[in-house]
């Protein structure tokens, strides 16, 4: 027997939709790369994704074809999310900090049939357009009048002209929820990279998610600055989970550093915001200099690498900011687990609470986790035994775009590469990526829990934990530090600060300085270049 509730499949559309007459007046405020910055409502932002999907319809795109976009946070790309996947197109966002021969790739092989972008990334496209085969249009997210005449690109258009041509009304097609609606391509340091093709019915999901209170509850009572990039996993959901709650949507366009994301922060009154660590490391940089508070942040989440502890708890103690840890993966939607606190530990002293909130999280409903020895077992949740990670649920892959890369589960569940313990409270904790696990003497040392002890150090700004080949260890940890602005810490004393901290044997052999530490395109530290920039590099006694 089945239920008697409504048919109605989840779709896109129906999340602009309901913002427009739920939430008619919530602000969507962008700075623009031109400069400015722009503030309409959710109720203006489904009228102009109603002339994106007409604009489409006229160019006469089928359902599933790709739309292609090289862009920042800001209410055109918003637009282009609903517009493209609402009529039945997939929207694939490209990452613009790639090299341009791999945007070029990654278009033809997603076949893009049109590609939107920021003026910006003119200098990218001029590149790139003869070598897109299948890309036909070329839209110049800007007013007709920013347009240059002489680019050579063909088929190129204004949007604002583009869907300024168009009518604001639109009947959203009804289809297949488990249609796809986004694309989006891994990062890929390992071979070409493998596009993600998320679907409507996974999008929802996540987006619900991710509203949830022990996700990062959120809720029309917030101001929410989305730092983390619409073209990396879709801004981690925010622009639908942003619709679907009626928040305040802040876009911060191209301007990441510490003091533009601090004065829109004030400016917008923002509660909630969203990034990887090396932004927050900018804006408390910037913060501490000029000696500023917050007056309206409540809590910041943080993911997409392991955010220090010590950031953690400046948040919290210098600026009354909570720290959500978060994790997750391009392949996942990309949420997997948030950190907070359970009713139990809310009692516990401020040191233990520090404890679990270093951790990366419990999972959120819809997303079921495991680890696994090397012969496939599962290792218990006794938060010390550490093994791979597996994951299963709604809104993870179940294979990659094209079948690239082949059947990718194992027994139904998405290997995700990461090392991780659970704890019997089900909080995970990442250790490493597997291909950065240090291999000393048969035991394993996690270059993650080294990092965080290192940036501890009054002195140091930022750090890497690699392995390097060892004649008697196979491998042992050599940290690569970038100290702060005139911090003066010598080797021995960073190496000392690890006493009583770790056991002997995982403390690094040795410590390098240098100016930078190598970042990809969506700002993690690439180790693989530091292990190859250090293989040689000669460990004291080895
Ligand atoms: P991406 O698909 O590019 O977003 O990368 C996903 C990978 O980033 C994960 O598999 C982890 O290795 C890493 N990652 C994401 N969030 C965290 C976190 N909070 N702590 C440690 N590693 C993380």
């Given at each position: 027997?089945?239920?008697?509730?409504?048919?109605?499949?989840?779709?896109?559309?129906?999340?602009?939709?309901?913002?427009?007459?739920?939430?008619?007046?919530?602000?969507?405020?962008?700075?623009?790369?031109?400069?400015?910055?722009?503030?309409?409502?959710?109720?203006?932002?489904?009228?102009?994704?109603?002339?994106?999907?007409?604009?489409?319809?006229?160019l006469g795109l089928g359902f599933s074809d790709r739309v292609a976009t090289l862009a920042w946070n800001g209410y055109r790309h918003f637009e282009l999310y609903y517009g493209v996947s609402g009529s039945g197109r997939v929207v694939h966002t490209i990452n613009p900090r790639l090299a341009p021969d791999q945007v070029a790739w990654i278009a033809n092989h997603a076949e893009d049939k049109v590609l939107c972008?920021?003026?910006?990334?003119?200098?990218?496209?001029?590149?790139?357009?003869?070598?897109?085969?299948?890309?036909?249009?070329?839209?110049?997210?800007?007013?007709?009048?920013?347009?240059?005449?002489?680019?050579?690109?063909?088929?190129?258009?204004?949007?604002?002209?583009?869907?300024?041509?168009?009518?604001?009304?639109?009947?959203?097609?009804?289809?297949?929820?488990?249609?796809?609606?986004?694309?989006?391509?891994?990062?890929?340091?390992?071979?070409?990279?493998?596009?993600?093709?998320?679907s409507h019915r996974s999008t929802i999901l996540h987006a619900y998610g991710e509203a949830l209170p022990d996700a990062i509850s959120l809720s029309a009572r917030d101001s929410v600055l989305a730092v983390v990039p619409m073209f990396h996993v879709n801004a981690w959901g925010l622009p639908y989970s942003a619709a679907m709650t009626g928040c305040k949507l802040v876009l911060p366009g191209a301007s990441l550093d510490g003091k533009s994301v601090y004065e829109l922060m004030e400016a917008e009154k923002v509660t909630l915001s969203a990034g990887v660590p090396t932004v927050w490391l900018g804006l408390l940089t910037y913060m501490k200099q000029q000696g500023l508070t917050f007056s309206?942040?409540?809590?910041?989440?943080?993911?997409?690498?392991?955010?220090?502890?010590?950031?953690?708890?400046?948040?919290?103690?210098?600026?009354?900011?909570?720290?959500?840890?978060?994790?997750g993966m391009t392949e996942m939607s990309p949420l997997g687990t948030v950190c907070n606190l359970k009713l139990n530990q809310l009692a516990a002293d401020r040191e233990s609470q520090y404890a679990v909130m270093a951790k990366q999280g419990r999972a959120v409903y819809?997303?079921?986790?495991?680890?696994?020895?090397?012969?496939?077992?599962?290792?218990?949740?006794?938060?010390?035994?550490?093994?791979?990670?597996?994951?299963?649920?709604?809104?993870?892959?179940?294979?990659?775009?094209?079948?690239?890369?082949?059947?990718?589960?194992?027994?139904?569940w998405f290997p995700t590469g990461d090392v991780a313990?659970?704890?019997?409270?089900?909080?995970?904790?990442?250790?490493?990526?597997?291909?950065?696990?240090?291999?000393?003497?048969?035991?394993?040392?996690?270059?993650?829990?080294?990092?965080?002890?290192?940036?501890?150090?009054?002195?140091?700004?930022?750090?890497?934990?690699?392995a390097v080949p060892h004649p008697k260890w196979d491998e042992r940890p050599l940290l690569v530090v970038v100290r702060k602005p005139g911090a003066e810490a010598t080797p021995a004393e960073i190496l000392g600060f690890f006493e009583g901290k770790v056991a002997k044997w995982q403390v690094p052999d040795d410590v390098v300085f240098v100016d930078s530490i190598p970042l990809g395109a969506t700002g993690k530290m690439q180790k693989m270049k530091l292990r190859e920039q250090f293989r040689e590099h000669r460990l004291p006694g080895a």
């Open positions: 027997m089945l239920g008697l509730m409504q048919d109605q499949p989840l779709l896109i559309s129906q999340l602009i939709e309901f913002a427009a007459r739920h939430h008619p007046d919530g602000a969507i405020v962008s700075r623009r790369v031109e400069g400015d910055i722009h503030r309409y409502t959710y109720r203006d932002a489904a009228a102009r994704s109603r002339r994106v999907a007409n604009a489409l319809d006229r972008f920021d003026m910006t990334f003119l200098p990218i496209v001029k590149a790139i357009w003869s070598k897109c085969t299948t890309v036909a249009t070329w839209v110049a997210l800007c007013d007709p009048a920013a347009l240059p005449g002489d680019t050579g690109i063909p088929n190129l258009v204004a949007y604002e002209a583009w869907i300024g041509a168009e009518s604001d009304r639109y009947e959203w097609p009804v289809f297949d929820e488990r249609s796809a609606a986004a694309l989006c391509y891994t990062s890929g340091t390992t071979g070409n990279p493998k596009g993600a093709l998320y309206s942040m409540q809590r910041t989440v943080i993911g997409g690498s392991a955010c220090p502890p010590a950031m953690i708890r400046t948040f919290r103690e210098d600026y009354g900011v909570t720290v959500l840890h978060a994790w819809g997303v079921d986790m495991k680890i696994v020895d090397g012969n496939g077992e599962e290792l218990p949740w006794d938060g010390e035994s550490t093994g791979d990670l597996l994951v299963k649920g709604p809104w993870v892959v179940s294979g990659y775009f094209k079948g690239e890369g082949g059947q990718v589960l194992r027994d139904g313990s659970i704890d019997p409270d089900g909080f995970l904790q990442i250790t490493d990526r597997s291909k950065d696990v240090i291999k000393s003497g048969g035991e394993w040392i996690s270059s993650i829990d080294i990092e965080n002890i290192a940036m501890a150090h009054p002195a140091v700004a930022m750090a890497a934990c690699i």
